[in-house]
């Protein structure tokens, strides 16, 4: 049973939407498109995993969390998947990637060899698993559990093959997770009883922390100016869409809409952060009436400030409305 369903990346969706709003001639284009691509396939692959997962055929109950935030103490983790079992309790670091892999097991160093032979370090999932099972521990030991997390590494991509593996983790291909699950519940114990499976996924959904919000636009340093406006096709991703008839009509493939800027406010939260005032909303909307722009953010924002020049409102997060936009990037 799926305790927590993974949901849309903030950082995927608001690199998506910038990538797509800033020329290629910028000079931060390149890393944002180059950061963009990696927290794609990091999203793509947690996918692939919740897919593979739910082949799972397990003889006893089991409680799924996808994209846990907690925190215990002054740490603070993102874990990609955890599985709470009456005999065990796994963490599943996802990795997404291609080429030839490395786990240096004297200076912990994780890298990959590149068609040179240079090596690329990276973030060591070793290290992200110890920081895992750490906190999941001690939140364990702070219910009066006597158990600790197994950490898993899966790596996704069949273009991505380990060289050496890890001395401290278990690494393996993603074609194997099912069966290795499966294995491990018929070669271990029941150390819970299922009814404390289900409230410990619960009291752990309890500790989950909303994704903190970043104005990626001040992340990359990009001045507003350098930003494109308008309201994207819900169709065909297309910005701006031009404004007809009290609705907007898509000039690539003729779609129109009488809400698509709804998808657009939710990219301005993302871009921007959560504060919008009327000015900023037509502007970026590329509407030519205040007016509208209030009505807009009266029935779809909340009101933070009424009496300034420009009423100043609160977008809240709402990123399953970008849901059509971010298939269609996974897609691509
Ligand atoms: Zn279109």
Known sequence: MIIKKRGIPGAFAGLASLVSRISESDEVFKRIKSDYKNSRA???????????????????????????????GKKEVQIDTVIIHPNFIMIIEIKNMRGEFYFDPVNKHFYRLSDVGKKEGMRNPESQLSRSTTIINSFLRG?????????LIVFVSRAGIVMQASEKRETIPLDSLVEYIEFLENRTKRVMPTEKCKRLALELLAEDRPEELVSIVDFYNVSIDKVKKGVR????????????????YCEKCGKESRDAHLNTLKEYRL???????????????????????IRVLNNNAEIKKAKARY?????SDEKHLLSEFIWAELKN
């Not at 009423?311 to 977008?315: A, E, G």
């Open 42 to 72: 990091g999203f793509a692959g947690e996918l692939k995993v919740d897919n593979f997962l739910e082949e799972l055929e397990l003889k006893m109950p089991y409680y799924v969390l996808q994209n846990l935030n907690i925190r215990v």
């Open 143 to 151: 219910k009066g559990i006597e158990m600790s997390a197994n950490g």
């Open 233 to 248: 096709c819900p169709e065909c991703s297309t910005i701006p869409m031009l404004r007809k008839h009290s609705r907007w």
């Open 271 to 293: 871009l921007f952060g959560p504060e919008i005032t009327s000015r900023s909303a037509i502007e970026f909307m590329q509407h030519n009436s205040i007016y509208f722009a």
């Open 311 to 315: 009423r100043l409102f609160q977008i």
